[in-house]
């Protein structure tokens, strides 16, 4: 069976802001990955219970996804009880994906066992995905030969323009967009808060929340063939 492990922060604020994991980008790839066959563990870095933003379940952004897994007693469950990122066999997972929400700029950003985990991933050429803000954590990761994970990779994130939207652009610790840049990345961005998913060999980016379902099919499609 295919192993997907859903990462999720265990931050509850950011410099002051009330935060955590941006729903809509857990339950979406958690339902594609289990209507797959997928066995999908939920972790996060301190494991337990997962902290959720609460304007994630907003009107606006509560999609169907949102509300089939709020209803679903197993996805709760899971999300109460999530797997400390120290307790997994990285050597046995087949994907690795980061969720997003700001929560993740806290305890995805400068993580030693998460950097371990998505190095080990990637050089056992499995994939390694990551959605919205997720990818900050791919900035700490490197290759085998020592050069940037991201180096010379076609690759998105939440954009620098989408933080200013926000305004929490002094809030995040730095600019995904720009950062990958210094680290040579080929970054590409769809308009603010319009889906955009890149895939290179075994890396998957999705920019935001917009994106969770494409961002998911893509790495559905990588683990299909």
């Known amino acids: 069976m295919v192993r997907v492990v859903l990462v999720c922060t265990s931050a509850s604020e950011l410099n002051g802001h009330p935060t955590g994991l941006w729903l809509e980008e857990c339950a979406t790839p958690y339902y594609a990955f289990l209507e797959k066959g997928y066995e999908v563990i939920l972790a996060s870095p301190a494991g337990g219970a997962v902290p959720i933003d609460e304007n994630s379940l907003g009107d606006e952004y509560f999609t169907d996804a949102c509300k089939k897994f709020m209803h679903d007693a197993a996805a709760v469950a899971a999300l109460c009880h999530t797997k400390k990122l120290d307790d997994i066999d990285w050597k046995s997972v087949d994907a690795l994906y980061l969720a997003g929400g700001h929560g993740a700029c806290v305890d995805f950003a400068d993580n030693p066992t998460l950097k371990s985990a998505i190095e ?54 730095f600019l995904i967009e720009s950062r990958f840049k210094e680290l040579g990345a080929k970054f590409e961005k769809a308009e603010d808060f319009h889906s955009r998913a890149c895939t290179d060999n075994n890396i998957v980016t999705g920019q935001n929340p917009q994106s969770s379902s494409a961002c998911a099919a893509a790495v559905i499609d990588i683990l299909s063939h």
């Not at 390694?128 to 990818?135: E, F, L, R, T």
């Not at 180096?151 to 926000?166: C, I, R």
Request: proline share 6%; aromatic share 8%; charged share 20%.
């Open 120 to 173: 080990t991933v990637y050089a056992a050429d499995k994939v390694v995905a990551a959605d919205c803000h997720g990818p900050i954590a791919f900035a700490q990761c490197k290759k085998s030969d020592g050069t940037p994970l991201v180096q010379g990779k076609l690759v998105t994130a939440y954009s620098d323009s989408e933080e200013y939207a926000m305004q929490l652009q002094d809030a995040v610790p």
